[in-house]
């Protein structure tokens, strides 16, 4: 029996984030402090935030499509097919993605109207599509708006996603992040919106990365503190991070417990014929049938 102690090369080497908030708090514009993001652009998801900062994208309207570009992401010829080099990529966003799958599967059965076995379709190819993206050598960020959902009395935020793939994306993610905006009033001083000076919609941002009460499934295994405050430099800050721990953690090991010097024995199973037995009776049968 080998067991295996976990240590630098276990560690995340690249930031897998989920990035979720209500419209237009800013969520784009902070991906694209990203280092080289390359935005992957779903359905009528606005390019003006993209067009300000000179970022490049693709358009994505299909499952196919998202594959050919991962293919096109790990092609050794990817800085000539791109244009430079891509270090992030940029799901934006994740809900226009589901629901361009499912109007992509209603119209090839025929159907105007979702049905209940959509939702656990479309479940299972957000879960594949998520994991192959993982596998990419590459910052990846997932973009989603956030919702409230009634909970009894309250209401819980949570990512706008629809069926039982909501529950599951914070699995994909080393950091799970909501991105707040408080508007300011007239009397108060300061940067307009912290440090990112071009967004329109005035007010105090901040990310929230530790665990909220109202957010069960928001939290971070690279930062300490209930929020950071927005600056142009905090993606690159979050993977600074996530690389200074991954350095000061001892490298992987493993040893042996026990050394097996035998070959495993038949068990054999109470009620259950061994291969000798099987192989008698078939003879025995085939003699009867007169080798038929």
Request: charged share 25%; hydrophobic share 40%.
């Amino acid at each position: 029996m080998k067991v295996n102690i976990a240590g630098k090369t276990d560690y995340p080497s690249h930031l897998r984030m989920l990035l979720t908030g209500d419209h237009n708090v800013g969520k784009t514009f902070l991906a694209t402090k990203a280092p080289n993001p390359l935005f992957v652009r779903c359905g009528e998801s606005n390019v003006t935030t993209l067009a300000a900062e000179g970022c490049r994208y693709v358009e994505v309207e299909s499952e196919a499509e998202l594959l050919s570009l991962k293919k096109a992401l790990s092609s050794p010829t990817l800085e000539e097919d791109f244009a430079g080099p891509v270090d992030t990529l940029v799901i934006d966003s994740l809900d226009e993605l589901q629901r361009i799958l499912l109007l992509k599967k209603m119209k090839a059965d025929g159907r105007s109207t979702t049905s209940r076995d959509d939702w656990g379709w479309i479940a299972t190819r957000l879960n594949a599509i998520a994991a192959g993206l993982k596998t990419l050598d590459m910052h990846l960020i997932f973009i989603v708006p956030s919702k409230d959902v009634s909970d009894g009395d309250s209401s819980v935020v949570k990512p706008a996603l629809q069926g039982a793939f909501v529950d599951q994306i914070h699995n994909y993610v080393d950091v799970s992040a909501i991105m707040t905006v408080q508007p300011m009033g007239a009397e108060d001083f300061g940067p307009e919106v912290a440090d990112l000076n071009y967004l329109p919609l005035p007010g105090d941002r901040h990310l929230f990365v530790s665990p909220r009460v109202d957010a069960p499934w928001c939290g971070s295994k690279i930062l300490d503190g209930d929020t950071i405050r927005m600056s142009d430099t905090l993606i690159c800050d979050i993977i600074d991070s996530l690389n200074e721990k991954r350095d000061a953690m001892g490298d992987s090991s493993s040893f042996v417990v026990t050394e097996e010097t035998d070959s495993p024995k038949e068990i054999e199973v109470p009620g259950m014929s061994s291969n000798e037995q099987i192989a008698e009776i078939l003879q025995q049968k085939k003699q009867k049938t007169g080798g038929n």
